[in-house]
């Protein structure tokens, strides 16, 4: 059931992207809504039925908010689904009222009910919003889409294409979602993985493209599980932010770019093909080359490529936490199958519906792993001790990696651990209120590695 084989063969070229975007230069006066629905969407070949999603105003991925950096977001979440949900505004650093977690910083909204959420923006980057109520189902069915904060004066580009990657679990014969969200296999490995892989909401997602034009590429990886290993052809150019946050001055691409599920990288780069076509391609479960996003070249921007562009300007509040006064935490990541958590802990554990715990605990929990001062800084050292990685989550603030030489990374609000690996990240608490640390592997989080810090 689970190996999605094109029996059908349909072809597919020229499939095109149109994203829907709401543009607001100014504070709005009145919320917009942004509905949770039931939609159909065509995730699977040209030749097989289009799929039945959950959507954001009937589009998947949900419609492309693009906003200023500073104005004031406002949208009345309606919730028309069956179920209760909620809406999640992913590395924001936003009010904790606003934040979006169920169970944490709000009631989930019940079908039929509606929340308003209104919140500044206070960074500019790539960013995105997802349900964030039983988030491995509802993301898995189509919850999603890309919020944008527009600097104040746009970096000199061509054109700026929002690219969110993800995958789908899709039933081969009916091409609708496996509708099993509790499989034990999903929750106590690697997490529920697509058969089908895909960007923006198209199974093979080709753009067009002229020689030496410069694109801004924006890459969001909306995936429950996967980690996605990207690599360019017939394009080149910087590394120029990572989860929204500018660098300090724009990097060469490597040669392969690590995605973790939550994670986003934004690109500048230059069409430089010789020939008819540039791709992003990802690397395959069999090890091999497999195109994500196609570009079609034809014609000219110009005759020769531009000079490197102009660092991104930073952030408010970007400065490194005081590593001379920072508090030591440890959280250990333990469970799944193949771990080393004792039989019988293991056995406990999984009675009580989870496989996974963070600093001894499964799940949320009524008290915080850490209570933090306003203001405080922190070196918080995540020990993966399971067989399999992890992308954790920090809600509220970005945060900062320790390399080994003891020198700091660039910020981020996701962090990929690697199994039987330490690693150590470093921030100031300056946000107040209850936020969420969490596994983004959504699998993960569902089954017990869901933990929680509070800043007063």
């Given at each position: 059931?689970r190996?999605?084989?094109?029996?059908?063969r349909?072809v597919?070229a020229?499939?095109?992207?149109?994203?829907l975007?709401?543009r607001?230069?100014?504070?709005?006066t009145a919320?917009?809504l942004?509905t949770?629905?039931?939609?159909?969407?065509?995730i699977?070949?040209e030749?097989y039925?289009?799929?039945?999603?959950?959507s954001?105003?009937?589009?998947?991925?949900?419609?492309?908010?693009?906003?200023a950096q500073g104005?004031?977001?406002?949208?009345?979440?309606?919730?028309?689904?069956?179920?209760?949900s909620?809406?999640?505004?992913?590395g924001?650093?936003?009010?904790n009222a606003?934040?979006?977690v169920?169970?944490?910083?709000?009631d989930?909204?019940?079908?039929?009910?509606t929340?308003?959420?209104d919140f500044r923006?206070?960074?500019?980057g790539?960013?995105?919003y997802?349900?964030h109520t039983?988030?491995?189902e509802?993301v898995?069915?189509?919850?999603s889409?890309?919020?944008?904060?527009?600097e104040?004066?746009?970096?000199?580009?061509?054109?700026d294409e929002?690219?969110l990657?993800?995958d789908?679990?899709?039933?081969?014969d009916?091409a609708?979602?496996?509708?099993d969200?509790?499989?034990?296999?999903?929750?106590s490995?690697?997490?529920r993985?697509?058969?089908?892989?895909g960007?923006?909401?198209?199974?093979?997602?080709t753009?067009?493209a002229k020689r030496?034009?410069?694109l801004?590429?924006r890459l969001?990886?909306?995936?429950?599980?996967?980690?996605?290993?990207?690599r360019?052809?017939?394009?080149?150019?910087?590394?120029?932010?990572?989860?929204?946050m500018?660098?300090?001055?724009?990097?060469?691409?490597?040669?392969?770019?690590?995605l973790a599920?939550a994670?986003?990288?934004?690109?500048?780069?230059?069409?430089t093909?010789d020939?008819?076509?540039?791709a992003?391609?990802?690397?395959?479960?069999?090890?091999?080359w497999?195109?994500?996003v196609?570009?079609?070249?034809?014609g000219?921007?110009?005759?020769t490529?531009r000079?490197?562009?102009a660092?991104?300007p930073?952030?408010?509040n970007?400065?490194?936490p005081?590593?001379?006064?920072a508090?030591?935490?440890?959280m250990?990541i333990?469970?799944g199958?193949?771990?080393?958590?004792?039989?019988?802990?293991m056995q406990?554990?999984?009675?009580?519906?989870?496989?996974?715990t963070l600093?001894?605990?499964?799940g949320?929990?009524?008290?915080?792993?850490a209570k933090?001062?306003?203001g405080?800084p922190?070196?918080?050292?995540f020990?993966?001790?399971t067989a399999?990685?992890h992308?954790?989550?920090l809600?509220?603030?970005?945060f900062?990696?320790?390399r080994?030489?003891?020198?700091l990374?660039?910020?981020?609000?996701?962090?990929?651990t690697?199994?039987?690996?330490s690693?150590?990240i470093?921030?100031t608490a300056d946000?107040?209120?209850k936020?969420?640390l969490?596994?983004?592997m959504?699998a993960?989080?569902?089954?017990g590695?869901?933990?929680w810090i509070?800043?007063?």
């Amino acid at each position: 059931m689970r190996n999605f084989q094109l029996t059908r063969r349909a072809v597919l070229a020229g499939m095109g992207a149109s994203a829907l975007t709401a543009r607001a230069g100014g504070a709005a006066t009145a919320p917009t809504l942004l509905t949770a629905q039931v939609a159909k969407a065509q995730i699977a070949p040209e030749g097989y039925p289009q799929t039945e999603v959950w959507s954001y105003d009937g589009t998947l991925p949900g419609p492309e908010l693009r906003v200023a950096q500073g104005v004031r977001l406002q949208r009345r979440f309606v919730n028309k689904l069956a179920v209760p949900s909620s809406v999640h505004w992913h590395g924001i650093r936003i009010d904790n009222a606003m934040d979006g977690v169920a169970g944490l910083t709000q009631d989930a909204v019940p079908p039929g009910q509606t929340f308003d959420y209104d919140f500044r923006v206070p960074d500019a980057g790539t960013y995105w919003y997802h349900a964030h109520t039983k988030s491995m189902e509802q993301v898995a069915r189509g919850l999603s889409g890309a919020l944008i904060v527009e600097e104040p004066e746009a970096p000199d580009v061509d054109r700026d294409e929002v690219l969110l990657l993800d995958d789908w679990l899709l039933d081969p014969d009916t091409a609708q979602l496996e509708p099993d969200f509790t499989h034990p296999m999903d929750l106590s490995h690697g997490g529920r993985f697509g058969n089908l892989v895909g960007t923006n909401g198209h199974y093979a997602l080709t753009l067009t493209a002229k020689r030496h034009e410069r694109l801004r590429l924006r890459l969001i990886n909306a995936a429950n599980a996967r980690i996605f290993v990207l690599r360019l052809t017939g394009l080149s150019g910087w590394q120029v932010a990572l989860d929204g946050m500018p660098l300090p001055a724009p990097e060469a691409i490597p040669e392969e770019l690590v995605l973790a599920p939550a994670q986003r990288v934004d690109l500048i780069v230059d069409v430089t093909s010789d020939g008819a076509e540039a791709a992003i391609e990802r690397l395959g479960n069999d090890q091999q080359w497999q195109r994500q996003v196609g570009f079609a070249i034809s014609g000219e921007a110009s005759r020769t490529r531009r000079d490197p562009p102009a660092v991104l300007p930073p952030n408010p509040n970007m400065d490194p936490p005081d590593l001379t006064q920072a508090r030591p935490l440890e959280m250990k990541i333990e469970g799944g199958a193949m771990g080393r958590m004792s039989r019988n802990r293991m056995q406990a554990l999984m009675q009580s519906g989870n496989f996974w715990t963070l600093a001894g605990q499964a799940g949320m929990g009524d008290t915080p792993f850490a209570k933090l001062s306003q203001g405080e800084p922190v070196r918080l050292r995540f020990v993966n001790d399971t067989a399999f990685p992890h992308a954790m989550h920090l809600h509220g603030m970005h945060f900062r990696e320790l390399r080994e030489d003891g020198s700091l990374g660039p910020m981020r609000d996701t962090v990929l651990t690697i199994p039987g690996r330490s690693h150590e990240i470093a921030f100031t608490a300056d946000n107040p209120g209850k936020w969420l640390l969490h596994c983004h592997m959504l699998a993960h989080a569902a089954a017990g590695m869901t933990s929680w810090i509070k800043v007063a």
